[in-house]
C-alpha cells in the first residue's frame, strides 16, 4: 500500500458523511461531521453526540468549506520571481520545487546542518501533520531545533512546577460546579465548548467570575468581573492567599496531606493586603477579601484558567500561584472542583516513536544541537552565530504573528536565506518565501488529534482528495526525505501508520479500545487499531473524575508544590512571586511616562490567531484592525469612535480604528488580532509595537506586556 492515501478511500458520487476533527489551536478540538455531495464538501458540522462539541461549531470552522475552496488556495508550487516579501511568485512543478530545496538544504547541510532551523507551531493541531514526518526529517538532517514557545510555554512551565504537568479537571465537570472563576480567558471568543458548560452550571445556580483587564464578552456575562491591570494576576492570587489564611477559610487537612512548602508560601503571601494587591492590580481592596470568601465557601469551586494572563514577565509565576490556589480550599476533592489551564498531559503520546530523535547524526562529544526559540526569531535571524542560512516554516505565519515584526521582517527579507513556506495561503510569511509549497487543509488529509480542552482523541479522516496539486505536510517531508537519500524505512511509513504510532498504547489514560501490547505496527495492524476511532470519530480518555482528590499529582512528590525542589536545584526562586511587567508605571516609571498606555492583544472572535484573517465572511465582522480605548483616554488624546489612530512605541507603530467605549479600562487598551499585516491600514499589524523579551520561566514571549501612545496622525 503506498504511504500516501489521503482521499483516496472518498467516493466521488452521492453522499456521504466524514468522521473528522478541527484541527486550529483551540481548546476545544470539536469532532465533526463532513457532509460530502458528489465529490464536493458541502457542510462542516459539529458532531451532536460528542460529548463536549454536542454538534455546534464556531462560526470559523462551520465555514471551513469556504476556506478549503477558496480561489485564494495555493494549488501549485512556486518560486520566487521578485524581490523578497513581494510575494511574486511563478509556479513550478512539484519534481523542480523538490529538486531545488533538497540540493539547497544538502549543499548547507555539508558545511552544518544546524544552520538550518524548521519553524511550525499550531497551525494544525494534528499529531500527523504537526510534528511526525517533520520532526524527523529534521532528525535526520541534523538541523537546529525549535524552541515552541509562542504560545504556552510561561503557563505549562508553571503548571508543571505546581502540578507536575498540564492537567487538570475535567471540562465536562465545570457543568456541576457552584463557583467558576474564568481567569485571563474570554471564553466565547476561545474556548466556546467551555463556556456551555459554565451557562450550564450557571442555570444550576453557580457564581461566574471573569478576572481579565477588559471588559469581554465572556466578562459582560458573568456575575462579576474583576478588570486588573495586566501582568498584574500573581498580586492578586498573592492577595488570594493571604485572605483565604486571615480568613480562615482553608482546607488544613488537604493542605497537610497533599501539598508541600505551604508554610512558605505563606510567608510570602501575608505582605500582600488588600490595600497593596489594590494598589498594584488596580483594583478595589474590597474586591479580594470577597473574593476570597467567594472562594473559600463556595464548593464545588472551579477556576478555568486561560494563556493570556502568562504572556507577561511574569506569567509562569502567575500560573504557579493560581494553580495552587484550588488546593488551598481542598476544591480537587470533588470531580467540580480545581482548576483547567490544559489537559494536554492526561494524554499518552508516543513521541519517540513518532519523531525519531535516534535518527539525529552523532554530535562531538560534550556538544548539543544547537535551540533557536521561535519567540525571538527576529533577532535569530539577525544576529544568529553561525548564522540560520535556511528555514522551512509550516502550520505557522511568524511574519504576522511572532513579535517586533519590524526586526522579524528584516530577517526573513535577508537575501542570503533560503526560505521554503508550507501554506494554504499566500500569508505575510508565505510573500517572502523562496519556494511555496501547497499543503492540504483538514478536509484534504489524515489527522489525529489529542486536545488541551478535554479528554477525548479525535480522529480525522480525509472527506476530499487533494485540492489541486496540494499534499499533506506528511507527503511532502515523506518527498522530500527520498530526494535527499534517507533510506530508513520510518519514512515510508503511511499517514495511518504515523497515527496509530502517536498513541502509546500501554498509557494508563489510554481508552481500553485503544490498549495493545503486542508486537510491532504493520500497515493492517494500524487500521485494525485505530478501528474504533475511525469508526466513532473520538474517545474518552481513561483518567478518573476528581483525580487529586487523594494527592496523587504528577509531581515529584505526589502533591501541589508550592515549593519546587527542582526550581531550587536550578538556582531559581522555588516559591511562586509577583514579578511586575517589563514595561508598567511600576517597573519603568520613565516608560510609562513617555507611553502610558498598557496595551493587550487578545484574538479576534472570527480568527484564530492569524487564521481565517483572508476568509472574506470571517474578515467583514471584524471591519478592520481596531484599537478599543476607554473614553477618558480618548478625551485626553483628542480621538473620536471611528478615528483612524496610530498606536506607536520606540519599537514601531501601526493604525487602527479607534472603538471608544468602558469596556476597556482607563489606562488599557485593547487590539483583537492577530491581522496579516498586508490586511492592515498602513500594512502594518499589532506586532509591529511588541517586544522579544521573554516570560521568568518557560522562554515565553510577553505580548501583554507592552506599553504604547496613542494619536490621531
Ligand atoms: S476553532 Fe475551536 S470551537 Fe471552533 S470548531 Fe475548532 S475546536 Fe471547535
Sequence with gaps: MP??????????????????????????????????????????????????????????????????????????????????????FEPISWDAALDEVAARLTAIAARDPQRILPYSY????????????????????????????????????????????SVGMDVERFADS????????????????????????????????????????????CHQHIALLPGTDAALALGLVASLARQGLLDDEYIRAYTVGFEALLERARPWTPDRVAGVCGIDAAVIDALARDFGTIAPAAIRLNYGMQRVRGGANAARLIAGLPALVGAWRHPAGGMLLTSNG???????????????????????????????????????????????????????????????????????????????????????????????TQLEHLDIHASYGHRYWVMN??????????????????RLARRMGFQEPCFDDSDLMLAAQ??????????????????PLDEQGARELLAPLLEKGWLKLDVPQAPFAEGGFPTSSGKVEFFSSQLAAAGEDPLPDYLPPYESVASN?????????????????NFLNSTFVNVASLRAPEKEQQVHLNPADALARGICAGTMVTVFNDRGSFQARAVVSDAARPGVVMVPGVWWHKHSPGGRNVNMVTHQRLTDLGRGPSFYDCLVEIEVR
Design 178 to 221: 457552584k463557583l467558576i472563576i474564568l481567569w485571563g480567558t474570554n471564553s466565547i471568543t476561545s474556548n466556546l465548548h467551555f463556556w456551555t458548560f459554565a451557562q450550564r452550571a450557571s442555570r444550576q445556580g453557580a457564581r461566574l467570575i471573569a478576572i481579565d483587564p477588559h471588559r469581554t464578552a465572556t466578562a459582560e456575562r
Design 122 to 165: 499550531a497551525g494544525t493541531m494534528g499529531l500527523v501533520q504537526g510534528e511526525s514526518m517533520s520532526a524527523r526529517f529534521f532528525n535526520r538532517l541534523g538541523a537546529a531545533q525549535l524552541d515552541r514557545t509562542i504560545c504556552s510555554s510561561a503557563g505549562k512551565t508553571g503548571l508543571a512546577h505546581t502540578l507536575g504537568g
Design 461 to 478: 479522516q480525509p472527506a476530499i482528495g487533494p485540492m489541486g496539486e496540494a499534499l499533506p505536510n506528511s507527503e511532502i517531508f515523506r
Design 346 to 440: 492526561d494524554f499518552a503520546i508516543d513521541w519517540r516513536s513518532l519523531q525519531r530523535p535516534e535518527l539525529a547524526p552523532p554530535l562531538p562529544a560534550g556538544s548539543r544541537r544547537r535551540m533557536i526559540n521561535m519567540s525571538t526569531i527576529g533577532d535569530a535571524l539577525l544576529e544568529a552565530d553561525p548564522p540560520v542560512e535556511a528555514l522551512v516554516v509550516y502550520n505557522s505565519n511568524p511574519v504576522a504573528v511572532a513579535p517586533d515584526s519590524s526586526r522579524v521582517i528584516q530577517g526573513f527579507a535577508r537575501e542570503d536565506l533560503f526560505t521554503v513556506v508550507l501554506e494554504h495561503f499566500r500569508t505575510d510569511t508565505a510573500d517572502h518565501a523562496d519556494i511555496l509549497l501547497p499543503a492540504t
Design 3 to 88: 504511504p500516501f492515501e489521503a482521499g483516496q478511500a472518498v467516493p466521488a458520487a452521492g453522499r456521504v458523511v466524514v468522521r473528522g476533527a478541527c484541527p486550529h489551536d483551540c481548546p476545544d478540538t470539536c469532532a465533526l461531521l463532513v457532509t460530502v455531495d458528489a465529490g464536493r464538501v458541502t457542510r462542516v458540522a459539529g458532531d451532536p453526540d460528542h460529548p463536549t462539541t454536542h454538534g455546534a461549531l464556531c462560526t470559523k470552522v462551520s465555514r471551513y468549506a469556504e476556506r478549503t475552496y477558496s480561489a485564494e488556495r495555493l494549488l501549485q508550487p512556486m518560486r520566487r520571481a521578485g524581490p523578497k516579501g513581494s510575494g511574486r
Design 589 to 605: 516609571p520613565e516608560l510609562a511616562a513617555k507611553y502610558p498606555l498598557a496595551m493587550i492583544s487578545p484574538p479576534a472572535r
Design 502 to 519: 502517536a498513541l502509546d498504547t500501554r498509557g494508563r489514560s489510554t481508552p481500553v479500545a485503544l490498549r495493545r501490547t503486542d508486537a
